[in-house]
């Protein structure tokens, strides 16, 4: 009887002053879980350029996962979001936690422009929903360590046919928030809940659904 | 022997289309609650002018409350927060759920301008932070059903010697939330969480700390 | 012949790290124009609590104006403000240019918890509007110098029966803005129109329009 | 002596409801000026999918730009924005002007996932705030028919080599937030005087300055 195939999970490391990070938290219980045949490892990722990707590149030889999820945190954010599209781009607000600063820098020097997750985001945004927590579509990661993650991911599963990623960015945990005057939050119970359902639904998914959820800008 | 005081808490019926209210939901798991040797009560009011307050003078008048605190739903805020000042007007943008639709009309005819909760609303406001819950102070609980409770609130009060009152206001539930894109949101858990915290501050203490906690406009 | 009455209009120095107060940027120009046969005076105030009360009262007793209206700047609003209320508190989060802090104290000891504007708010934003400058009605004028000097006036009116008063808050100026990432602007001369449309307003109408302009919170 | 080159600036027809543009207001006035020796073209777009890009290429035939920049109006944001890339994705949450409602389409079919503007939008955001107009980078267009435009402009200028292009969005005029609650404005003189001070410095720049402007998330 053969092992089941596993499904990769990765959050991040505290960055910017905080002590916690709630992409790790919310990622951490689902270790070890089973869904839907599959068993879900999490790693923790660095919150560094360059150490974070080849960190996630070990966890893909080492797990050679069926799919990959990615979560981040995005401070200031109200909703559980779905990021649609990594830009290959490095351009950083804030030094990561190796002081690193790139501007205007490739995350792959050569690689296209941008890719597209290949999970059906609008599928999990509905499951996520129903799961009763908020969640919208995202059209930008940023351009710091999570955006420089999602696209090295990207780019990766180009050499791994069939393996399906994507990235997801979650509130301030209410404790942050209760140290950040005016931002929203979200348990990372409730995050936990929604990266279930979305995962469960990845699976069961082929093509997405087709239901709007653009920006007009 | 005799009866503990009491600790009277309302919460609001549904209103503006939403099939629950968040208040109510946060408020009830503590009727019956022992908090520092007083027993809590708690009552659903009416989201209609004038019928809320008659609903809110008969709780007061029934159980002779040592501190009555008013919650009410603020889809959009996100965080907890506690106001500080109700004031004399109604000046409602949706009707209430009896079709009312007051404009510049006063709460109580002849009653003076605002009135200052005399709950030590900054300690307060500590106290929820340090249960996890992000809470901030309010210098405005708007015009509609909610400042007109505060302010009826506080006038009744003027009654009753030594009853202190105020008004908490609290985000969506995550269930609201996910149905309004972008809306941030607070698990009614948390906000239960952090009455408890504020009812318990508040019975502890006389003065309040001095905190700034005001805005620049 | 007698002299024509005036209009008095306030503006604030520059504060909180500024070079300029575009309240007093929008105010100047004004400065002796002829508005329905009054007479504009313009009078820059000192941001500094007390101070700032000291020199309205000062411009009050000299000019004798038959209506007043002060004007601040609101950093990260994007419109012009409309004050309905003034509250009897400082609670200060950044000094005042003398380096005060006052939290949670009366802006006139003994003084009643608020003051309603007795301007007609609601005919003045539809001329502003009307003008094509975005306004709107505001619950809150903060617990700062703008504040203090709105309820001070209001107090200080008390003594002159006949004399209205109230309070506008404008956006920062386009050049501000382009220093400070994110935040709204409008430019001084639109505030101005703005200013000149609500004057002129003020002065004919009587009993205010009915509405609705309020907040659900 | 020959014509003097030209520079191509789009705007758009009013969509949404709006009766008008502020992009196209924004460009008309620069139709005919001579910057820096380059003879200014304006071209209005219709906001229909498909249609805007077979109008921007006839007006990339007809007048052989050296430089193209196409405006868009972004109704929400505070400030001029710079928009960093394109995506390959239509994805509409409103019908365009002829009704339709493509939903993760792509843009150009078989084209890359994204592509990046080839301005130097870091000197150029300078050079705006030094004109005294706010100006911030955006890491998305959204996915309707801004982003549409900006994808499909920088698709045609593979087969011009040497021409330059970009996109930058600009908020509601005043007139247009004074019927949007609560929605931030800029006057289209400044938003004019943003887009010539761009061009005199894209014309000059050759690589772009390095300042960090990214986003977190």
Tied chains: 1, 2, 3, 4.
Aim: charged share 20%; proline share 7%.
């Amino acid at each position: 009887m053969s092992d089941p195939q596993t499904l990769l999970l990765t959050g991040f490391a505290p960055f910017g002053g905080e002590t916690e990070n709630p992409s790790w938290l919310a990622v951490r219980p689902l270790d070890g879980a089973l869904i839907d045949g599959y068993r879900v490892v999490a790693v923790e990722l660095p919150v560094v350029f360059g150490e974070a990707l080849r960190a996630l590149e070990a966890a893909l030889d080492r797990h050679a996962p069926a799919l990959v999820l990615c979560v981040g945190q995005a401070g200031g954010r109200a909703q559980v979001s779905l990021e649609r599209v990594a830009i290959n781009v490095d351009d950083a607000r804030i030094p990561d936690n190796a002081g690193n600063l790139p501007v205007d820098t490739a995350v792959i020097e050569g690689g296209p422009a941008a890719y597209f997750s290949n999970l059906p985001i609008k599928a999990m945004r509905e499951a996520a929903r129903a799961a009763g927590v908020p969640c919208e579509i995202s059209q930008t990661a940023g351009t710091f360590v999570c955006n420089h993650v999602f696209y090295g991911l990207m780019h990766a599963l180009r050499e791994r046919p069939g393996v399906r990623g994507g990235f997801v960015h979650i509130p301030y945990s209410p404790q942050q928030a209760a140290a950040h005057a005016g931002a929203p939050s979200l348990p990372v119970e409730l995050a936990t809940r929604a990266l279930r359902a979305m995962l469960e639904t990845a699976l069961r998914t082929g093509e997405d659904v087709r239901i709007a959820a653009g920006a007009t800008h």
